[in-house]
């Protein structure tokens, strides 16, 4: 008996990695459902390939979606809900991941959630609907992946701190001025990661870090404080936990989205798999650590600020990074310009209680809006 896997954003960095992992994992697992926004050829070749029983496209565009595809928004939720669906891997990028996470939740399926804009924008509402429809949560990301390896088995007052490793992005080392003006070429060449544009962005501006720090707070249930990152411009160390004894644990490995895609599938067991690069510390050399420089990282301290105000605050900080990011990758603003809009937006905007869909999609209609304005004025 195989488990059902769907996949969102199917046609991502995300989805293209699951796909290589579960091609080497067929026995175990079968991929029911695909889905993609735009790139209706690539998400062609992949249904030729994979055969599953669903196939949705959000924007199908002009062309005919033709082959049995569902076409429109709620292809998301339908792909994540079908009965033959085990785990729902969500590599959608953005705000437009949180039905369908909702919903796999609500109807009891494991999330392998890459898309982590998703807890930030709505923690208190993804954890509840886990735990009322019986659903789990299980992290993509890196880091996170790292901190439940390190933890699994563990009682959850025996942790005492986690430590969250950055690359710094391409702009570690450079001057503040000149970072205020990087190209979008700049921003985009990652040091060590190779993923979608956005978080590719978000890693320059280490917004994608302090994401982060709001997943961590509401996957593990651990107080802000205890939730602290430090810049590792190699990307072999993932994450450190500290235990309440003193005692440190980190998670290592060569950067590559592949191992913590497939322990999202098969945690807390783990499966033999052929595809991973086998670990070399002297192929790894020198591994250093180094603290934040807050002068080139501006937005990291904002969403830090915006974690701790709670309620919709950080809804508006995760919709405020989408849009801005979204206008320095058409080519509308500057990269100083991101942070500058997410601050903005903070200043004005009203924060309220975060435990209703209808107060968060409020809250991210609101700060889009406050984002727009304060972003190209
Ligand atoms: P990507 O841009 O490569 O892919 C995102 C996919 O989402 C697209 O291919 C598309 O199929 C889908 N999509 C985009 N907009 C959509 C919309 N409005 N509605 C429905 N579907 C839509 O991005 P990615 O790098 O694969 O990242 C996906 C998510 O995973 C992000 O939340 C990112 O932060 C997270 N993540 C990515 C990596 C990585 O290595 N790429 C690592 C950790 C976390
Ligand atoms: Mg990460």
């Not at 991502?12 to 735009?38: N, Y």
């Not at 429109?72 to 891997?89: F, H, K, Q, S, Y």
């Not at 993804?126 to 699994?152: F, K, M, N, W, Y």
Request: one cysteine or more; aromatic letters at 6%.
């Amino acid at each position: 008996m195989s488990v059902g896997v769907a996949i969102l954003g199917s046609t991502g960095s995300i989805g293209c990695s699951t796909l290589q992992v579960l091609a080497r994992q067929q026995d175990r697992f079968r991929v029911t459902a695909l889905t993609g926004h735009s790139n209706v050829a690539l998400l062609e070749r992949q249904a030729a390939e994979w055969r599953p029983a669903y196939v949705g496209i959000v924007n199908g565009g002009m062309r005919d979606a033709g082959c049995g595809m569902r076409t429109g928004i709620d292809c998301l939720i339908e792909a994540a809900t079908r009965p033959d669906v085990n785990i729902v891997v969500n590599g959608v990028v953005g705000a437009a991941g949180l039905p369908a996470t909702l919903a796999a939740l609500s109807a009891g399926k494991r999330v392998a959630l890459a898309n982590k804009e998703t807890l930030v924008m709505a923690g208190e509402l993804v954890v509840r609907a886990a735990r009322d429809g019986g659903g789990e949560i299980v992290p993509v990301d890196s880091e996170h992946s790292a901190v439940l390896q390190c933890i699994t088995g563990r009682r959850p007052t025996e942790v005492a701190r986690l430590i969250l490793t950055a690359s710094g992005g391409p702009f570690r080392t450079w001057a503040p001025e000149r970072v205020a003006q990087a190209t979008v070429e700049e921003a985009l060449r990652h040091p060590t990661w190779k993923m979608g544009r956005k978080i590719t962005v978000d890693s320059a501006t280490l917004v994608n870090k302090a994401l982060e720090v709001i997943e961590a707070h509401f996957l593990f249930g651990l107080a802000y404080e205890s939730v602290e990152v430090v810049v590792h411009p190699q990307s072999v160390v993932h994450a450190f936990v500290e235990f309440v004894d003193g005692s440190v644990l980190a998670q290592v490995g060569f950067p590559n989205m592949e191992l913590p895609i497939l322990y999202a599938l098969t945690h807390p067991e783990r499966v033999p798999d052929s595809g991973t690069r086998r670990f070399d510390p002297v192929a790894v050399g020198a591994l250093t650590f180094e603290p934040i420089r807050p002068e080139i990282y501006a937005a990291y301290a904002l969403g830090r600020a915006a974690a701790a105000a709670g309620g919709t605050t950080p809804t508006a900080f995760n919709a405020a990074n989408e849009v801005a990011v979204e206008l320095f990758l058409a080519g509308k603003i500057r990269f100083g310009r991101i942070a500058r809009t997410i601050e903005r937006v903070l200043q004005s905007y009203r924060p309220t209680g975060a435990s209703t869909l209808e107060a968060v999609l409020a809250a991210d209609g609101e700060a889009r809006r406050l984002a727009r304005e304060a972003a190209c004025s």
